[in-house]
Every structure is written in C-alpha cells, then in structure tokens.
C-alpha cells in the first residue's frame, strides 16, 4: 500500500492532507523520512508526528454449504475438518457455532468478534431453520410436546417450531429454533425415539443459504 493511502487508511486525515503530512517531515517509515510514492510492507512500523499509526483490521465473514462427514474443527481427529475446503486466505476465520459431522448446510466463519458474539449469544435470540428427516412418521402427540411444552434435556427445556416441508408427510420436518446447544435437535427426537437420518441448515440470523452449493464458499463481509 503507498504511503499515503495507509496515512489516510489508519489516520483522519485524506489522501491530500496524508501527502502534506509527508512533504512536511511529519511522517517516518522504521524511522526513516519516507519518499511521496513510497510502499508500505508488512512489518514496517509508520509514524505520524511521533506516533504509530496502523489502519483498521479487516474483517471477513464467509458462508460455507458445509457437507456431510466434516468436522468443525482445526482437528479433525482423524476425520475431514471444514478447513480441507477453504482457501488458504480464509484459513484464519473461526466457525460461528457449530454443526456436528452428520449434519450439512449453513456455516459461518468469521474474523468479526462482535459479529460472533450477536450470532450466538442467546439475548439476541437469533433464529436459526433446519430441515430434517426422520427415520419414522412423527407423531402428532409428540409434535405437540415438543413445540408446546417441550423436551427436558440433561441440560435444560428443548422447545421447537416444527413445520412439515410437504403436506401429508410425517417424516421430514421444518425445524426453527433460538438455541444452538450441543446436538439440540438431535437429542430432542432421540428422547422421544427416533432417529434423525438427514440435518441440514438453511438459515443462521438474517443469512440463507439459498442459491449457495454444496461446498461453495460465499464471502459476506470484508471491511
């Protein structure tokens, strides 16, 4: 990045103020009075009247249509981790919750700590859409405990919206929740006695997967 720009970029000052700012002396790059159209390189240290000036971290987020048999994880323990698929410039981003090995569909990953933090933490009551197949027909007794009433869990309620994605079809289901404890949805319905074959997410907040491949990688912010 020229000199100037990273002036503008870490500083208040425009692009022309930053090129005064260095015509005057008031600029030093390691020390040394820098010349108008010099580049700035990763590692040198600018300063501005004195002091280091740096500009903002940039921030990513991506989407990932995260396939079945992957682990979220840096270690995969033996098993294919979520990092396999991603180019090496997005290596650094961490996950925003979780989906366990079985389960497909919306991932985040971002290198925003706040945006993590509204995504997860259960006072922002983010909702999150799964679509899931069960390996028998739901009963209407237990759709009704566990969107009425709900499922006492080791750890804690489990309450679900629950929606038939085709009408007359018993066994595969809309599922909305605010949650995002550990293997929630699957859980819910082992408690009861069934198995849930098929967990794909299509929604996280405000963000679908629709439109997104399996594997493809959607960036969402870069600032």
Same mark, same amino acid.
């Given at each position: 990045m020229r000199i100037n720009r990273y002036i503008a970029a870490s500083t208040s000052l425009?692009?022309? %103020?930053?090129?005064?700012?260095i015509a005057a002396a008031r600029v030093r790059v390691n020390g040394n009075i820098p010349s108008t159209g010099q580049s700035v390189a990763d590692g040198d240290e600018v300063t501005l009247d004195g002091?280091?000036?740096?500009?903002?971290?940039? +921030?990513?987020?991506?989407?990932?249509?995260?396939?079945? !048999?992957?682990?979220?994880?840096?270690? !995969?323990?033996g098993s294919p981790t979520i990092y396999e698929l991603l180019p090496a410039v997005y290596q650094h981003l961490n996950p925003v919750?979780?989906?366990?090995?079985?389960?497909?569909?919306?991932?985040?990953?971002?290198?925003? /700590?706040?945006? %993590?933090? &509204?995504?997860?933490?259960?006072?922002?009551?983010? &909702?999150?859409?799964? &679509?899931? %197949?069960? =390996?028998?027909?739901? &009963?209407?007794?237990?759709?009704? @405990?566990? +969107?009425? =009433? /709900?499922?006492?869990?080791?750890? /804690?309620?489990s309450q679900l919206q629950l929606e038939r994605l085709t009408e007359g079809?018993?066994?595969?289901?809309?599922?909305? @929740?605010?949650? /995002?404890?550990?293997?929630?949805?699957?859980?819910?319905?082992?408690s009861l006695g069934y198995e849930v074959l098929t967990l794909h997410r299509t929604q996280f907040g405000e963000y679908s997967l629709k439109g997104i491949a399996p594997q493809e990688i959607k960036l969402l912010k870069h600032s």
């Open positions: 425009s692009r022309r %103020a930053a090129d005064q700012a002091q280091v000036v740096q500009p903002p971290v940039e +921030s990513q987020t991506i989407m990932l249509n995260k396939p079945v !048999g992957y682990v979220v994880s840096r270690d !995969g323990q919750g979780r989906l366990d090995k079985n389960s497909s569909g919306l991932l985040l990953l971002t290198s925003d /700590g706040k945006l %993590a933090q &509204e995504l997860t933490h259960p006072s922002y009551k983010k &909702e999150k859409v799964y &679509e899931i %197949a069960l =390996h028998k027909p739901l &009963e209407p007794l237990h759709r009704q @405990m566990i +969107s009425d =009433h /709900g499922i006492k869990l080791d750890d /804690g309620v079809d018993d066994k595969q289901w809309r599922v909305r @929740m605010h949650e /995002g404890r550990n293997r929630q949805i699957r859980r819910t319905f082992n």
